[in-house]
C-alpha cells in the first residue's frame, strides 16, 4: 500500500486544503495523473500521482486541510486490505492518526459542508465573487471530476452561468483556461437576437459578498478565512513580532525617468516582441543593480547567522481578490529592463488566472511593493520573511520645489525602505537608498 501524502508546494506552505478529488475512491491511476485539486497559501494547484495503482482510500476528504507530511490517501493493487488502524470497513479517517487534520465537527463553519464536496468547493471560492449558490446547468458532480479546468477558468463560467461540459481546453492537456470561457461567453452573446438585451458578463465584487459559509450574528458577520489569508495573518504577525522593523524614507525626482521610459518604450513599440514598460519594471531593475553592490541588504537573519544570498530574487507584491501574493522575478540583476517588463506581466498574469508554479513564489531575496497606482503618497510595508527588507513605493506627484533658488513643479515620489535591524544597520539601509535614489535619477545608470 502506497501513502499519497500533502505535498511541500512553496518555502511558506505549512497545510493544504483539499478543494476536491478528481479520482475516486476505487478508480485506477496512473503515475503521473491529477490526484486532487489542493488550496495552498498561495494558489490552487493539482496535484500528481506519484504511483499506480488503485486509489484504496481518501483519509482527508474535500474541504479538509492537512498538514505538509500528513498521509491525505492510499494507493495500492486492487482488492488489497486497507490498514488495520483504518478498521475494517476503513471507516475512520486518518484524523485520529494525524491529529492536526481539520475534523469537520471541530472547524470551521467552511468546513461543515463536507457532506456536500460541490458546495464546500463553492464556499472556498466565495471570496473571490462567486455565487453561493450553483445554477443547475454547473451543478453536476461528476463533470467536475472529469474537466480539467484551470480556478480562474471555472469561476469566470460559474459567475456567467455557462456550462462548461461541451467546452474543448486549449490548455496544456487540453485543459480549459480562461481564454476558453471568454471565446464561449462572446459566442453566446452573438447568437443573442437582436430584439433581446446581450447579457453583460458579471464582474466579480471587490469585496467579499456575504455568503452561506458566512456567520450573521445580528450585528456582525463572520467570514472564515481562506488558506490564503490565514497564512498572511501567520507570516506578517511573526514578521512584526520577531524582526524589529525600521523606515528609511527617500523622495526621489522622476522626470528624467518619465523621459528614460518613453524613449525605452517607443523603441520597444518596434520590437519582434513588444512590450510596456512600467515605472515599476524601471524599480526593479534599480533594486537588483542596488543589492548587487550592496550585497549586505540581499541577506536573512539565521539565529546564530547571517545567509548573504548569492543570487538577486526579486519578490513583486500582486494583489488578487484572496489577498496578496509576491511572484518572484530570478536573477532579476542579470535581465535587461525589456524581460523584466515581459517576465513580470508573465508573472502577474499568472498570479491573477491562479497559474503560478510553487517554484514562482518560492525563494525571494527583496520584495518591491508598489501602491502607486492607487494615488498612494506614502506607505511602510511588513518584511516578507525570511527576507531582511521590502522597498515600499509611492505614487508619482506633480511636487513644488526649490531649485537654484526658484520655485518649480517637479514629479517626485516617495520610497519606504523597512529593514530588518538584526540584519541591517541604519547606515546600510541609508546608503542602499541613495544608490536606488541615483539610479533612477540617473537612469542611463541601468543599463551600464
Excluded: C
Excluded at 524601471?282 to 549586505?296: F, G, S
Excluded at 547606515?427 to 536606488?436: K, S
Aim: net charge negative.
Amino acid at each position: 500500500m502506497k501513502k499519497v501524502e500533502m505535498p511541500k508546494m512553496g518555502d511558506s506552505m505549512e497545510e493544504g486544503r483539499i478543494l476536491r478529488w478528481i479520482k475516486k475512491e476505487g478508480e485506477e491511476v496512473k503515475k503521473g495523473e491529477m490526484l486532487a485539486e489542493v488550496e495552498t497559501d498561495k494558489v490552487n494547484i493539482e496535484i500528481e500521482a506519484f504511483a499506480g495503482g488503485v486509489l484504496r482510500k481518501i483519509l482527508v476528504p474535500e474541504g479538509n486541510s492537512a498538514p505538509v507530511g500528513a498521509e491525505i490517501a492510499l494507493i495500492g493493487a486492487p482488492g488489497e486490505p486497507l490498514p488495520d488502524y483504518l478498521g475494517a470497513n476503513g471507516a475512520e479517517a486518518g484524523s485520529q492518526r494525524q491529529g492536526s487534520l481539520a475534523s469537520p465537527t471541530q472547524s470551521s463553519p467552511l468546513q461543515t459542508q463536507s457532506a456536500q464536496p460541490y458546495k464546500v468547493d463553492l464556499l472556498a471560492r466565495s471570496s473571490v465573487g462567486l455565487s453561493p449558490e450553483p445554477t443547475s446547468g454547473t451543478t453536476t458532480i461528476k463533470r467536475q471530476d472529469r474537466i480539467f479546468i484551470s480556478p480562474l477558468a471555472r469561476r469566470l463560467a460559474d459567475e456567467n452561468h455557462l456550462d462548461y461540459a461541451t467546452l474543448q481546453g486549449t490548455g496544456p492537456n487540453g485543459r480549459i483556461i480562461k481564454m476558453d470561457i471568454e471565446a464561449a461567453l462572446s459566442q453566446q452573446q452573438s447568437a443573442v437576437s437582436p430584439l433581446v438585451e446581450p447579457v453583460t458578463p458579471l464582474i466579480a465584487p471587490q469585496v467579499f459578498p456575504p455568503v452561506s459559509a458566512a456567520i450573521d450574528s445580528g450585528e456582525v458577520i463572520e467570514i472564515p478565512l481562506t488558506t490564503m489569508r490565514r497564512a498572511i495573518a501567520r507570516r506578517l504577525s511573526q514578521s512584526m513580532q520577531t524582526a524589529p522593523h525600521f523606515y528609511v524614507t527617500s523622495v526621489i525626482d522622476t522626470d528624467k525617468l518619465a523621459a528614460f521610459r518613453q524613449q525605452i518604450n517607443e523603441y520597444a513599440a518596434n520590437d519582434p516582441a513588444p512590450v510596456k514598460v512600467s515605472f515599476n519594471d524601471l524599480i526593479v531593475k534599480a533594486v537588483a543593480k542596488a543589492l548587487v553592490r550592496m550585497p549586505q541588504v540581499n541577506i536573512s537573519f539565521a539565529e546564530d547567522r547571517l545567509l548573504q544570498k548569492k543570487q538577486v530574487h526579486i519578490g513583486i507584491a500582486v494583489a488578487v481578490e484572496q489577498g496578496l501574493i509576491v511572484p518572484v522575478l530570478r536573477n532579476a540583476d542579470q535581465r535587461g529592463i525589456l524581460d523584466i517588463a515581459r517576465e513580470t506581466q508573465r508573472l502577474a498574469e499568472a498570479t491573477r488566472e491562479g497559474k503560478l508554479r510553487p517554484e514562482e513564489f518560492s525563494g525571494g531575496t527583496f520584495t518591491v511593493s508598489n501602491l502607486g497606482m492607487y494615488d498612494v503618497d506614502s506607505f511602510t510595508a511588513v518584511i516578507n520573511p525570511p527576507e531582511s527588507a521590502i522597498l515600499a513605493v509611492g505614487s508619482i506627484t506633480p511636487t513644488p520645489v526649490v531649485v537654484d533658488g526658484q520655485v518649480v513643479v517637479r514629479n517626485r515620489m516617495k520610497v519606504t525602505l523597512s529593514s530588518d535591524h538584526r540584519a541591517i544597520d541604519g547606515v546600510t539601509a541609508a546608503r542602499f537608498l541613495q544608490e536606488v535614489k541615483r539610479l533612477l535619477e540617473e537612469p542611463f545608470g541601468l543599463v551600464l
